[in-house]
């Protein structure tokens, strides 16, 4: 029961403007992927073709989901989902006016997750034990770091296979950073996830990352197949430490 | 005070409250559509004048209980109001220009309405014949018309039974977000078209029942729509958009002060307090009596 995602020669862009050229990268079974890169390099644009927000001009995406393939490219976001793909947005697009229990129940929306929604929300507040005291607070009214947990329990309602989370550290302060990752980590061994991160948060990232890639300007520029040889590697130091 | 105005008194306030659950269950549909969707459907007093055309042929042509010929015709109306929403989806909501051309469309459907029932039966009043139209229950020196007191028994069913809906069904939840974020919706696995048109239809539904609950309370004609314009989305808004327990709050709130008013000082001053009063919740509470914000 696990999944995998697969992504070959894969371009898109917005009108005339070209921002993802040939990618391709792999999410295996279980593993944890780091996607690697600042701001305005194309992980997000990456993340919106997987998820069909944004329909990519030539390549393949495809995910195998307990043992069935699916092309991606072409269905709709609601029928990803509906797959077992569950995605963290940047800017967490909770409900802000629903309470957090109701956030978490509209997460187990999709029918393959209803008859699990118990156990889920069982094992959300036994992650997030900050959601259970707050179960009745408006979503809105939660700060930055409560609602990120709150985002990712919600994408873990869906029962899913695999796991996308945008940019998970985006405005948090640096000691929630890691607490977010350390819980992304939780999630995904107590849970069986394969999970795909965006993230420009390097040192954090590769904490947890089983492999990565580093995307600069739309291309792959280099795929690590441990965090050692992230961590070693000297396009890293000069993209993220100038050095 | 003595004991004629206490008398008064209590007789004013016990039809307010009967005449606000009323109230309630005709602003239902547009606590929906308006506090739940976004959708300024100003011609939802013409469904309700339509739903109690429609009881009105069921109770005198087949001599059927008009209340539950407009309960056996929910399903219709929840149809019209999906084919309602399929339209203003495809002419408006999907080119983005919902706002004000919707409100013209809105309003086009008010007067097609109302034009299409004066045409068909005239602008004479017509009223339907039950069985709780006429006698009272008697409590000390309280009445309580039957013809009053079963549209309000009705209506808070009605809406117990909506709140039910979205508390505690997937569909219902999903109703409650669609409006706050469409994108995160479909992230749900839920399509945000599929969901507003589930629930246009049952707002559209509602005007079913609360048009036969108000054929039982007053002689209707056509134009009347109009005169629920202005209270219904008063209401609404009062309530806090999308909350049905405001809803019903501000209905009888409102139903009470009307009341109260026409008792007292005739009924020509009661729009003017009733408004006065919704503009002090609103200075006081701009979020409605129970919005959430």
Known sequence: MAASLEISGLEAGY????????????????????????????????????????????????????????????????????????????????????????????GAFRPAARAEMRRNLAF??????????????????????????????????????????????????????SRTIDK????????????????????????????????????????GDSAAALNDNALIRSFYLGA | MDLLSLDLLGNALVSGLLLG???????????????????????????????SYTAYIANTALGVDPILASIVL?????????AIYTIYDLAFERRGDASIRGLAFFFGL???TEVALVLVFGVDYRL?????????????????????????????????????FMRHSFTGRAIQAVAQDPLALRLMAANPTRIKRIAFGLSIATASVAGAVL?????????????????????????????????????????????LTSTFSGPSWSPAVAFGFLLLTLALRPAGLFGRS
């Open chain 2, 215 to 259: 054929i039982v309370i007053q002689p209707v004609e056509p134009s009347i729509a109009r005169d629920y314009i202005g209270r219904v989305f008063a209401i609404c808004v009062m309530g806090g958009l999308g909350s049905f327990g405001g809803t019903i709050a501000a209905a009888m709130a409102l139903g009470v002060v009307e009341s």
């Open chain 2, 74 to 82: 929910l399903p219709a109306f929840y149809l019209l109001g999906m």
């Open chain 2, 110 to 112: 008010l007067f097609i």
């Open chain 1, 184 to 223: 992304i980590q939780e999630m995904k061994t107590g849970y069986g996830l394969s999970v795909l991160m965006a993230e420009q948060n390097f040192t954090q990232a590769i904490r947890i990352a089983d492999r990565g890639y580093v995307i600069v300007h739309g291309e792959i520029a280099f795929a």
């Open chain 2, 128 to 164: 339907v014949e039950a069985p709780y139209i006429g006698p009272s229950l008697t409590l000390g020196p309280v009445d309580l018309p039957l013809r009053l007191l079963v549209p309000a028994l009705v209506s808070l069913g009605l809406i117990g039974g909506l709140q039910l």
């Open chain 1, 15 to 106: 009108g005339a403007v070209r921002v993802l050229h040939r990618i391709s990268l792999r999410v295996g079974e279980g593993e944890t992927v780091a996607l690697l890169g600042t701001n305005g390099n194309g992980k997000s644009t990456l993340m919106k073709c997987i998820m069909g927000m944004l329909r990519p001009t030539a390549g393949t995406i495809t995910a195998e989901i307990d043992g069935t393939r699916h092309a991606l490219a072409g269905l709709s976001t609601e029928a990803i989902v509906d797959l077992g793909i569950a995605f963290v947005p940047e800017g967490r697009r909770l409900f802000p006016r629903l309470t957090v229990t109701e956030n978490l129940l509209m």
């Open chain 1, 124 to 177: 959300c507040f036994e992650v997030f034990p900050r959601l259970a005291e707050r179960r009745r607070q408006l979503a809105g009214s939660m700060s930055g770091g409560e609602q990120q947990m709150l985002a990712l329990a919600r994408a873990l309602m869906s029962a899913p296979r695999l796991l996308l989370i945008d940019e998970p550290s985006v405005g948090l302060a640096p000691l929630l950073v």
């Open chain 2, 21 to 51: 659950a009323f109230y309630a269950a005709v602003t239902i549909g547009v606590s929906i559509s308006f506090g739940m969707l976004d959708i300024v459907n100003i011609a939802h007093p013409a469904f309700i004048i339509l739903g």
